[in-house]
C-alpha cells in the first residue's frame, strides 16, 4: 500500500491518537520506553534518556581517565621544574651565575630584593590576619574598626598598617599606576594604528616596483655601464661557525663581476679564525671572485669603526652603491638586481632595506617568540613607515646604502653601539629617502640560548637612548619639517623605544603585585586581561602559525622587560655597560639552499683544481697552508647555562603576590599572577631557549 501524504498535520495542533501502550523490559540491561502513540516510537529521544547502566559507567570511567591522565602530565612537568630547581639552585650543576656587569644592574637587584622582603612579611602579617577572622582588605571601602575592638598588640599593628597604608601608600601607587595605564593604551593607540596601516597596505597591494628592464640598453657596446658599480662589506668578529656560509652566498651573488667588489671586513682576535677566514677568501679568490679580505689590528669602535676604516680605502670612490651583510646573512644570487634597480631615476633614495627571514625559527620556543616580534617589527613597522614616512631604522644588514648619502650624512660614527640606527637618522636629517622591500628575503639566524639574546637585546635598547641624548639637538635645529621632527622625538624615540619598556616593566612586574597587597589602588580587569590580549593579537598577525604561542608570548614579552628596562635606563643615563658590544652567539644552521649549493661546489672540484694550476707557485704555498690551518679542530669549550638573580627574584615576588591575591579571592589577578611567576622563574633557571647541559 501507498504511504498517506498527508501535509495537513504540519501545521495541525499536536493530538494525540490512539491507546497509550507501555512496554517494560524485564531485562535490566535494557531501558524502560513509554510509547504514547503510533508516531511516538520514531520521535527522537533526548540523550539523557535511553542510556543504561553500563554506558554511564564507561562514560564517567573514560571522564576519569583523561582526568588523571591530566593530573599526572601536570604533576610531572611539576616535578621536573622541582628537580631542575634543586639541581641548578641547590646543588649548581653545569650552571653559573649571570654576572651583573651587563647593564650595572646591581642597585635594579637590590630594589626588587628589597620589594620581594616587604612583600613576604606584609604577606606573613596578612596570613595571619586571615586566620583570625580580620577580613578587613575584603572590604572595598576598607573600614578601620574602632579602639574598642582592638583584641590585642598584634591587631593594633595590623590595623596601624592598615591606615598607613590607605593614608601614605595606596595615592602614590594610584597615581604612578594611571600614569602607566595611560601611556600603556598610547602605545597601545600606535600599535593599532601601525596595524592598521598595515592592512591597507595589504589591500591597496602598495609596495615599490620597478618600472621596465632597468639593465635592458639599446646600445650593445655600453651596456655594461647599466650595472652600477657595487660594493659588498661583510663585517665579523669571531664568526667561525657562520663565515663559511655567508661568503658563500655572497660570491655567488648574480652581478657582473667587474662591476662587484667584495670586502670580508674581519675583526677577530682568534688567529685559528683568522686563517679559516682567509683560506675561505683565497679559495673563491682562485675562482674569479673580485674579493678581499682586511684585517684591523686594533678593534676600535666595534662594527662601526670597521665598516669607516673601510669606506676610507682609495678605490672606494669607484664604487656608487654599498651593500652590507653580517656574518650570519645569506642573500640570494637575485638581491642586488632586486634592490639596486630602485635607485635608477630616483636622485633622493639613500637606502633599500630587505626583510629578515630565520632558518632557525623553529629550533625552540626562544626562537619561536623572537620570530613573533621580528615578523611584527618587518611586515608591520618597518613596511608602513617606508610606505608613509619614507624613513625608517636601517638594520644594520641586508641593506643597501647609496655611498654618496653616506658621505653626505657624515659616514659611520663610533659613537654608540647602534651604528645602523645613528646613520639612518643623520641621513633622514639631510632629506634622504628610504624604501623598505617586505619582498626581498634574506636568510640569517636568531640566537638560540637566552643569554645571547638578553645581551643582544641589551645593546639594541640601551644604544636607542645613548643616540637620542647626542641627537636630539640636532633633531630641533634641523630644516626638515616639524611633523618629521615630531615624529623622530615623539614616536621614534621616546613611545617605542623609552615608553615601551618603562611602563612594561613598572606596570606589570612592579606595580601589580604591589596592588595585591595595597587593594586600595587595584588595576582595572581590562588592563590586566582584555588590552594586553588585544595587543599581542596584533603582534602575531604576521606570523599566524605562532597562534599557539600567544600566551607564552604574552608572558615573555613582560618578562623581558626586565632586561629592556635595565638597558634603557643604562643608556639614557650614559652608564657604563650601554657603550659595550657583545658578539652575539651564532649556531651556524644550514638550509636546504646551502647544502644544495655545498654539494654543487663539492661537484665542481676538477674545475677547482684547474684554477688552482694557472696560480703561481706562491699562491699555492699559501692556499695550501691555509687549507692544512683549517682543518685542524678547534679545541671545545665548555658552555653551560646561567641563572639570572633579577629574574629570579621577580618570580619570588609575583608568587608572593599571586599567594596573597587568594586571601582577597582575586581569581584573574591570581592566575595572571601565577603563570607570570612560572615564566620569571623558567627565565631566571634559563630553561627557555638552548640547553648546555
Not at 174 to 181: D, H, I, R, T
Not at 322 to 347: E, G, S, W, Y
Not at 427 to 434: E, M, Q
Request: one cysteine or more.
Amino acid at each position: 500500500m501507498a504511504p498517506r501524504l498527508d501535509f495537513s498535520s504540519w501545521w495541525a495542533k499536536d493530538t494525540r491518537k490512539g491507546t497509550p501502550v507501555v512496554v517494560k523490559m524485564e531485562n535490566p540491561n535494557y531501558s524502560v520506553v513509554e510509547i504514547d502513540g503510533p508516531d511516538a516510537a520514531f520521535r527522537p529521544v533526548e540523550k539523557s534518556r535511553g542510556k543504561n547502566a553500563k554506558q554511564v559507567t564507561w562514560v564517567l570511567l573514560l571522564k576519569a581517565h583523561h582526568a588523571v591522565g591530566c593530573v599526572a602530565w601536570i604533576a610531572t612537568i611539576f616535578w621536573a621544574l622541582l628537580g631542575t630547581i634543586k639541581r641548578r639552585l641547590i646543588f649548581r650543576q653545569d650552571v653559573a651565575m649571570a654576572s651583573e656587569k651587563l647593564g650595572k644592574g646591581k642597585l635594579l637587584f637590590t630594589v626588587i630584593k628589597v620589594f620581594l622582603v616587604t612583600s613576604l612579611t606584609i604577606l606573613g602579617f596578612e596570613v595571619v590576619a586571615y586566620f583570625k577572622g580580620w577580613h578587613y582588605f575584603r572590604n572595598p571601602s576598607l573600614h578601620i574598626p574602632r579602639t574598642s575592638d582592638i583584641q590585642g598588640f598584634l591587631h593594633l599593628v595590623y590595623v596601624s598598617w592598615l591606615s598607613f597604608r590607605a593614608d601614605y601608600i595606596a595615592p602614590p601607587i594610584q597615581a604612578l599606576s594611571k600614569f602607566c595605564v595611560v601611556l600603556f593604551l598610547i602605545q597601545s593607540a600606535d600599535r593599532l594604528i601601525l596595524s592598521l596601516g598595515c592592512f591597507w597596505i595589504k589591500y591597496k597591494k602598495i609596495k615599490p616596483r620597478i618600472e621596465g628592464d632597468p639593465f635592458k640598453s639599446d646600445d650593445v657596446e655600453k651596456s655594461a655601464y647599466e650595472f652600477p658599480m657595487v660594493l659588498v662589506q661583510i663585517p665579523m668578529c669571531n664568526e667561525r661557525e657562520v663565515y663559511e656560509q655567508s661568503i658563500s652566498a655572497v660570491c655567488q651573488l648574480d652581478w657582473p663581476k667587474d662591476r662587484l667588489l667584495i670586502q670580508v671586513l674581519d675583526d677577530s682576535d682568534d688567529e685559528s679564525i683568522q686563517y679559516l677566514i682567509k683560506a675561505e677568501v683565497a679559495a673563491w679568490n682562485q675562482r674569479g671572485v673580485n674579493i678581499i679580505y682586511r684585517h684591523r689590528l686594533v678593534r676600535t669602535g666595534y662594527k662601526a669603526g670597521n665598516l669607516k676604516s673601510a669606506m676610507s680605502c682609495e678605490y672606494v670612490k669607484d664604487y656608487e652603491f654599498v651593500a652590507i651583510f653580517d656574518a650570519d646573512f645569506r642573500p640570494n644570487p637575485d638581491f642586488l638586481k632586486q634592490t639596486v634597480p630602485h635607485f635608477k631615476d630616483n636622485p633622493e633614495l639613500g637606502l633599500v632595506q630587505a626583510r629578515w627571514t630565520f632558518v632557525n625559527k623553529d629550533e625552540n620556543l626562544l626562537t619561536r617568540l623572537q620570530n613573533i616580534n621580528l615578523c611584527f617589527h618587518f611586515e608591520v613597522e618597518q613596511q608602513v613607515n617606508g610606505v608613509f614616512l619614507n624613513f625608517f631604522g636601517f638594520n644594520g644588514t641586508a641593506g643597501v646604502w647609496r655611498i654618496k648619502a653616506l658621505e653626505e650624512s657624515g659616514g659611520w660614527l663610533e659613537r654608540t653601539t647602534v651604528e645602523d640606527m645613528d646613520i639612518a637618522v643623520r641621513a633622514h636629517l639631510n632629506g634622504w629617502k628610504f624604501i623598505f622591500l617586505n619582498d626581498v628575503k634574506v636568510l640569517c639566524e636568531v640566537p638560540e640560548s637566552y643569554e645571547a639574546y638578553r645581551k643582544q637585546q641589551h645593546r639594541w635598547h640601551s644604544g636607542p637612548m645613548q643616540l637620542f641624548r647626542l641627537c636630539l639637538p640636532a633633531i630641533i635645529t634641523s630644516k626638515i619639517a616639524i611633523w618629521k621632527k615630531a615624529n623622530l622625538i615623539l614616536l621614534f624615540f621616546l613611545l617605542r623605544k623609552l615608553i615601551l619598556p618603562f611602563y612594561s616593566f613598572t606596570l606589570f612586574c612592579i606595580i601589580l603585585p604591589l596592588t595585591m597587597f595595597v587593594p586600595e589602588a587595584e588595576l582595572p580587569f581590562w588592563v590586566i586581561c582584555y588590552v594586553p590580549v588585544f595587543m599581542s593579537f596584533l603582534n602575531i598577525l604576521p606570523a599566524p602559525k605562532s597562534f599557539p604561542f600567544i600566551v607564552p608570548y604574552l608572558l615573555f614579552e613582560n618578562t623581558m622587560s626586565v632586561t629592556k628596562f635595565n638597558a634603557m635606563v643604562s643608556g639614557l643615563f650614559q652608564l657604563g655597560s650601554s657603550y659595550e658590544w657583545v658578539v652575539t652567539k651564532k649556531a651556524g644552521r644550514s638550509s636546504e639552499s646551502d647544502l644544495l649549493a655545498a654539494a654543487e661546489r663539492e661537484s665542481k672540484t676538477t674545475n677547482q683544481l684547474q684554477i688552482q694550476r694557472g696560480a703561481s707557485e706562491s699562491e699555492l704555498t699559501e692556499l695550501n697552508r691555509l687549507k692544512e690551518q683549517k682543518e685542524v679542530a678547534p679545541t671545545p669549550v665548555k658552555r653551560v647555562n646561567k641563572i639570572y638573580r633579577k629574574e629570579l627574584t621577580l618570580a619570588f615576588l609575583l608568587l608572593t603576590a599571586s599567594v596573597r591575591s587568594l586571601l582577597s579571592a582575586q581569581g584573574v589577578h591570581f592566575y595572571f599572577l601565577l603563570f607570570q611567576g612560572v615564566t620569571f622563574l623558567l627565565v631566571g633557571l634559563d630553561l627557555i631557549g638552548e640547553q648546555m647541559s
